[in-house]
């Protein structure tokens, strides 16, 4: 026996493909969907269907962008010659909305995690290595997570990249601010003092 309607169920399925949302989730969006008045739906629909065409990779950065270079990449007043390689570009907006980076980005789509088949070649390392051969760039940043998948993708970007005449720098991790230093694990503990910067 049917309980829900197919075009409901192919909406569900849908959204299950979706990073974070299991089926709960995905039949309350689908349910709230079907409540609204239909122009919700259209405007969605319309929305996801020019997605892919209006949106392109960014030749420079690798950033999702409507144009070619990026917003970013195509200031002025942002230095070409400092470039912070992050993970995704949700990466990016964070450091974004610190406002104290002028620099460039690049953009790896994913990080080096062998157990799900991902290495070098999956991810943007082969742009980002040319892109410093290229010359004209003093210092990248390394700014993955420092998840295990991020360490691994961080360690292996410093042994390609150190051979090239740049400075390299990693960001610095540690004790959260307004976190007492009690209730850190020690893992975040020690990177904290393997991190630690000169008092000025």
Avoid: W
């Amino acid at each position: 026996m049917q309980i829900l309607p197919p075009a409901l169920e192919e909406l569900i399925e849908q959204l299950v493909k979706l990073p974070g949302i299991g089926q709960k989730t995905a039949t309350r969006l689908a349910l709230n969907i079907l409540r609204k008045p239909p122009t919700l739906a259209s405007d969605l629909a319309a929305a996801l269907n020019q997605l892919h065409g209006a949106i392109r990779l960014c030749s420079n950065c690798c950033s999702f962008s409507a144009s070619d270079p990026c917003d970013i990449c195509g200031d002025p007043r942002r230095t070409a010659e400092l470039i912070c390689v992050v993970e995704q570009s949700g990466d990016l907006l964070a450091i974004e909305k610190t406002g104290s980076f002028r620099g460039q980005y690049h953009i790896l789509h994913g990080v080096i995690s062998p157990m799900d088949g991902i290495g070098p070649d999956e991810i943007k390392v082969r742009e980002l290595r040319a892109r410093v051969q290229a010359g004209g760039i003093r210092e990248v940043i390394i700014a993955t997570s420092s998840t295990v998948p991020g360490e691994a993708t961080a360690s292996y970007l410093i042994d390609l990249l150190h051979p090239l005449p740049i400075r390299l720098t990693r960001l610095a991790c540690g004790i959260p601010m307004g976190m007492d230093i009690k209730y850190a694990d020690r893992y975040t503990l020690a990177r904290a003092i393997e991190s630690r910067g000169e008092v000025r």
